[in-house]
Protein backbone atom coordinates (compact mmCIF):
# COMPACT_ATOMS: atom_id res chain seq x y z
CA UNK A 1 0.00 0.00 0.00
CA UNK A 2 2.76 2.54 0.91
CA UNK A 3 4.53 1.75 -2.21
CA UNK A 4 1.36 3.04 -4.24
CA UNK A 5 1.47 6.14 -3.03
CA UNK A 6 4.73 6.58 -3.26
CA UNK A 7 5.05 5.80 -7.09
CA UNK A 8 2.28 8.16 -7.90
CA UNK A 9 3.15 11.77 -8.35
CA UNK A 10 0.75 14.37 -8.78
CA UNK A 11 1.58 17.10 -11.74
CA UNK A 12 2.28 20.60 -10.96
CA UNK A 13 -0.15 23.70 -12.95
CA UNK A 14 2.81 24.17 -15.40
CA UNK A 15 3.16 20.59 -16.04
CA UNK A 16 0.11 20.02 -16.82
CA UNK A 17 -0.05 23.47 -18.86
CA UNK A 18 2.84 21.80 -20.77
CA UNK A 19 0.84 18.65 -21.27
CA UNK A 20 -2.14 19.84 -22.59
CA UNK A 21 -0.36 22.35 -24.99
CA UNK A 22 0.97 18.68 -26.89
CA UNK A 23 -2.48 18.38 -28.21
CA UNK A 24 -3.90 20.04 -30.87
CA UNK A 25 -7.98 19.81 -30.07
CA UNK A 26 -10.26 20.44 -32.27
CA UNK A 27 -13.12 20.89 -30.35
CA UNK A 28 -14.37 22.31 -26.89
CA UNK A 29 -11.57 20.69 -25.24
CA UNK A 30 -8.90 22.90 -26.16
CA UNK A 31 -10.47 25.72 -24.21
CA UNK A 32 -9.61 23.75 -20.80
CA UNK A 33 -6.03 25.41 -20.90
CA UNK A 34 -7.56 28.88 -20.73
CA UNK A 35 -9.93 27.87 -17.47
CA UNK A 36 -9.21 30.91 -14.76
CA UNK A 37 -7.07 33.08 -16.97
CA UNK A 38 -8.34 36.10 -18.55
CA UNK A 39 -9.59 35.89 -22.07
CA UNK A 40 -11.15 38.22 -24.92
CA UNK A 41 -14.08 37.12 -26.96
CA UNK A 42 -15.73 38.58 -30.13
CA UNK A 43 -18.97 37.64 -30.91
CA UNK A 44 -20.70 37.58 -33.95
CA UNK A 45 -22.56 40.97 -33.30
CA UNK A 46 -19.35 42.67 -33.08
CA UNK A 47 -19.02 42.92 -29.05
CA UNK A 48 -15.97 42.31 -27.36
CA UNK A 49 -15.55 41.02 -23.85
CA UNK A 50 -12.63 40.76 -21.76
CA UNK A 51 -12.46 38.76 -18.05
CA UNK A 52 -11.68 35.85 -16.13
CA UNK A 53 -13.12 32.46 -17.93
CA UNK A 54 -14.57 30.51 -14.88
CA UNK A 55 -15.82 27.64 -16.67
CA UNK A 56 -17.18 26.16 -20.02
CA UNK A 57 -19.36 23.73 -21.55
CA UNK A 58 -19.08 21.01 -24.73
CA UNK A 59 -21.09 23.93 -26.47
CA UNK A 60 -18.75 26.32 -25.85
CA UNK A 61 -20.99 28.11 -23.73
CA UNK A 62 -18.78 30.13 -21.89
CA UNK A 63 -18.72 32.33 -18.31
CA UNK A 64 -16.42 35.04 -17.46
CA UNK A 65 -16.15 36.79 -14.35
CA UNK A 66 -14.93 40.32 -14.07
CA UNK A 67 -16.15 41.05 -17.32
CA UNK A 68 -15.96 43.89 -19.60
CA UNK A 69 -17.25 44.76 -22.68
CA UNK A 70 -14.96 46.98 -24.83
CA UNK A 71 -15.65 49.07 -28.24
CA UNK A 72 -12.97 50.20 -30.38
CA UNK A 73 -12.76 52.91 -33.08
CA UNK A 74 -8.94 52.33 -34.34
CA UNK A 75 -9.48 55.26 -37.25
CA UNK A 76 -10.25 57.93 -34.68
CA UNK A 77 -8.04 56.25 -31.99
CA UNK A 78 -10.90 56.08 -29.38
CA UNK A 79 -12.15 53.44 -26.92
CA UNK A 80 -15.00 52.80 -24.35
CA UNK A 81 -15.65 49.97 -21.75
CA UNK A 82 -18.21 49.21 -19.50
CA UNK A 83 -18.01 46.45 -16.43
CA UNK A 84 -20.28 43.80 -16.86
CA UNK A 85 -20.06 41.77 -13.96
CA UNK A 86 -20.75 37.93 -14.56
CA UNK A 87 -21.74 37.51 -17.69
CA UNK A 88 -22.47 33.77 -20.29
CA UNK A 89 -21.42 33.36 -23.24
CA UNK A 90 -23.90 31.02 -25.15
CA UNK A 91 -21.79 29.48 -27.44
CA UNK A 92 -23.36 29.29 -30.98
CA UNK A 93 -22.35 33.10 -30.52
CA UNK A 94 -18.68 33.00 -30.60
CA UNK A 95 -16.25 33.72 -32.99
CA UNK A 96 -13.44 33.56 -31.40
CA UNK A 97 -11.31 33.76 -28.17
CA UNK A 98 -7.97 33.90 -27.23
CA UNK A 99 -6.15 34.93 -23.62
CA UNK A 100 -5.21 38.28 -22.69
CA UNK A 101 -1.22 38.45 -21.86
CA UNK A 102 -2.31 40.74 -18.55
CA UNK A 103 1.22 42.30 -18.35
CA UNK A 104 0.56 44.11 -21.94
CA UNK A 105 -3.20 44.41 -21.85
CA UNK A 106 -3.38 47.81 -21.40
CA UNK A 107 -0.36 49.04 -23.18
CA UNK A 108 -2.56 50.04 -26.74
CA UNK A 109 -5.38 51.72 -24.41
CA UNK A 110 -2.68 54.45 -23.07
CA UNK A 111 -2.40 55.83 -26.78
CA UNK A 112 -5.99 55.63 -26.85
CA UNK A 113 -8.98 58.41 -25.92
CA UNK A 114 -11.48 56.75 -23.69
CA UNK A 115 -14.98 58.08 -24.42
CA UNK A 116 -18.46 57.43 -22.81
CA UNK A 117 -19.29 53.98 -23.26
CA UNK A 118 -23.26 55.07 -24.18
CA UNK A 119 -21.54 57.76 -26.99
CA UNK A 120 -19.52 55.08 -28.40
CA UNK A 121 -22.83 52.60 -28.28
CA UNK A 122 -24.48 55.05 -30.61
CA UNK A 123 -21.24 55.60 -32.62
CA UNK A 124 -21.41 51.92 -33.18
CA UNK A 125 -25.00 51.42 -34.16
CA UNK A 126 -24.67 54.31 -36.52
CA UNK A 127 -21.63 52.36 -38.32
CA UNK A 128 -23.21 49.44 -38.31
CA UNK A 129 -26.56 50.67 -39.81
CA UNK A 130 -23.77 51.77 -42.40
CA UNK A 131 -22.73 48.92 -42.89
CA UNK A 132 -26.18 46.67 -43.60
CA UNK A 133 -26.66 49.49 -45.94
CA UNK A 134 -23.43 48.92 -47.76
CA UNK A 135 -24.07 45.12 -47.65
CA UNK A 136 -27.55 44.93 -48.78
CA UNK A 137 -26.44 47.11 -51.86
CA UNK A 138 -23.44 44.85 -53.01
CA UNK A 139 -26.08 41.53 -52.59
CA UNK A 140 -28.37 43.40 -54.67
CA UNK A 141 -25.58 44.53 -57.13
CA UNK A 142 -23.87 40.67 -56.93
CA UNK A 143 -27.69 39.22 -57.50
CA UNK A 144 -27.89 40.68 -60.75
CA UNK A 145 -25.39 38.91 -62.06
CA UNK A 146 -26.54 35.73 -60.44
CA UNK A 147 -23.97 35.44 -57.49
CA UNK A 148 -24.63 35.32 -53.66
CA UNK A 149 -23.60 37.68 -51.31
CA UNK A 150 -23.22 35.97 -48.15
CA UNK A 151 -24.18 38.62 -45.23
CA UNK A 152 -26.37 38.37 -42.13
CA UNK A 153 -27.33 41.48 -39.69
CA UNK A 154 -26.62 39.76 -36.86
CA UNK A 155 -22.78 38.77 -38.34
CA UNK A 156 -21.15 42.28 -37.39
CA UNK A 157 -17.71 40.82 -36.61
Known sequence: MMSQKKDSKKITEGEADLYLDQYNFTTTAAIVGSVDRKVFVLLRDGRILFGVLRTFDQYANLILQYCVERIYFTE??????????????????????????????????????????????????????????????????????????????????
Open 76 to 157: ENKYAEELRGVFMVRGENVVMLGEVDIDKEDKPLEMMEKIPFKEALKIQKEQNQQKCKLETQKSKDMAAYGLVHDFHKSDMY
